[in-house]
């Protein structure tokens, strides 16, 4: 194939914790103040990557974000040394002190939104790094974000980045965790289907109620437009409310599509059919819509075990293999439908797989949370900058590094130590090293 899907995974950061900041997102409230295993959080994460690598799947890394973000803390009046700066965020804020520590770019899915060069007009790969500013802890990624992608995706003949939407309410934007592209294949042109929970201009105003949504219609267009992207090749739909109140915080959480094939939940979206019929509407391939029904998994069931947060990965032979979580196989009713209506149905779904991801699971992102999908040709590939197409060599590199410098225990209250943020400075300084990256971090650019 000359076009190929990489999966570029974060890496779990060293600073990965249980801190509950995460409104909406059930699995993150639930665990608030449990202790976390970042080293464990990591090496999961690495092992997903390297087993779908040697099942044949294009495997790339992205690097965690700079935690503690002291910058942030000073910006907001805090000063002093860094073990000062850490100590009265600790007693005065603990709540900003979770938040700069917040390992939560592992979930890259929300990095930014990409568009391939065969649905751009000017034949390169568009990226635009999501604005995140629903949540605080968030709103401090995009920045790293953008010189990170910048890095990596750096040849201008090849790729194209745009700036980060206005940072306010109207625009709210978490990236490709709202959209999913559909085509025949990868190399063949697609149709965007943006998801959205609700409108800053107009709008009936049917929004949840009980939790916010995240991103608005307005952010979407905008990124559409940004991408170059015409109306024939962009489907607009609203996330059904009732399900953002019951957790499904973004819409990978409730659906999951790749190459014609689009596996949702019966409450992922507030006009179903309508969708449905806009994307046959522009699609050059029939769309094999496979619809599980809340008879079968109820919402409740779908957050719990987040099978629609899973990898849906395209095979040479025109067949799909499933990626889900663990907790799949805990809940009876997720795991029957599994297997009586997905493996055994009319579908090109042949395969699921089983990982653990437990620590990230906590936090609330599961496989498909973990990764940002670019599809990219053989020029593309070949244009990419650093060492972060996942190899065997690469891969024992970052299992020894994370051996070398990762915590096997942290507690919300082991955020104040300034021994930690040394450690994190330390390891990222090695990790830019090993992934060739350049000076992406802001103690490298001071």
Request: charged share 20%; net charge negative; glycine share 8%.
């Amino acid at each position: 194939m000359t076009v190929r899907e990489v999966n570029f995974d974060g890496l779990v950061g060293p600073t990965h914790n249980y801190s509950g900041l995460a409104h909406g997102n059930v699995a993150s409230m639930s665990h608030e103040g449990l202790v976390a295993n970042p080293r464990e959080a990591a090496l999961q994460g690495l092992e997903k990557m390297k087993s779908l690598m040697d099942a044949g799947y294009a495997q790339g890394v992205l690097p965690p974000q700079q935690r503690p973000d002291l910058g942030a803390l000073r910006a907001l009046g805090f000063s002093g040394s860094d073990a000062e700066v850490l100590a009265r965020a600790a007693g005065e804020a603990p709540q900003l002190l979770r938040a700069v520590c917040s390992a939560s770019s592992m979930w890259t899915a929300n990095a930014g939104t990409v568009t391939p060069s065969v649905d751009a007009a000017d034949g390169r790969v568009h990226f635009t790094p999501a604005n995140l500013q629903s949540s605080f802890h968030r709103y401090l990624e995009p920045a790293t974000t953008a010189r990170v992608l910048g890095a990596i995706f750096r040849d201008e003949a090849h790729f194209a980045h745009h700036p980060v939407l206005p940072a306010t309410p109207a625009f709210s934007d978490e990236g490709a965790a709202n959209h999913t592209r559909l085509a025949g294949e990868h190399g063949a042109p697609g149709v965007h289907l943006y998801v959205y929970g609700r409108q800053a201009f107009g709008g009936d105003g049917v929004e949840p109620r009980r939790f916010p949504a995240r991103q608005t219609l307005e952010a979407s267009q905008a990124v559409a437009r940004q991408h170059g992207l015409a109306a024939a090749q962009t489907v607009f739909a609203q996330q059904h409310p009732a399900a953002i109140d019951a957790g499904v915080f973004h819409n990978d959480v409730i659906a999951v599509g790749n190459g014609p094939v689009l596996l949702y939940h019966e409450m992922a979206f507030r006009d179903e059919q309508g969708t449905l019929e806009a994307l046959r509407e522009k699609m050059a391939t029939p769309l094999i819509p496979v619809r599980v029904p809340v008879e079968a998994v109820s919402l409740d069931d779908a957050v719990a075990s987040y099978l629609f947060n899973s990898q849906l990965l395209s095979n040479p032979d025109g067949t799909m293999t499933l990626v889900v979580p663990g907790e799949c196989q805990e809940r009876e009713a997720v795991w029957r439908c599994l297997q009586d209506h997905l493996l055994a149905g009319h579908n090109p779904i042949a395969e699921v797989v089983v990982k653990d991801v437990k620590q990230s699971m906590r936090n609330g992102g599961g496989p498909a949370c973990l990764r940002l999908r670019v599809a990219l040709s053989a020029a593309e590939r070949a244009a990419l900058s650093g060492r972060v197409l996942l190899d065997d060599a690469l891969y024992a590199e970052l299992t020894a590094w994370v051996e070398r410098h990762y915590r096997d225990r942290l507690a919300p209250a082991d955020l104040a130590d300034p021994q930690l943020a040394t450690e994190t400075l330390t390891a990222l300084d090695e990790l830019t090293g090993l992934l060739e990256l350049g000076s992406v971090y802001p103690f490298q650019r001071c």
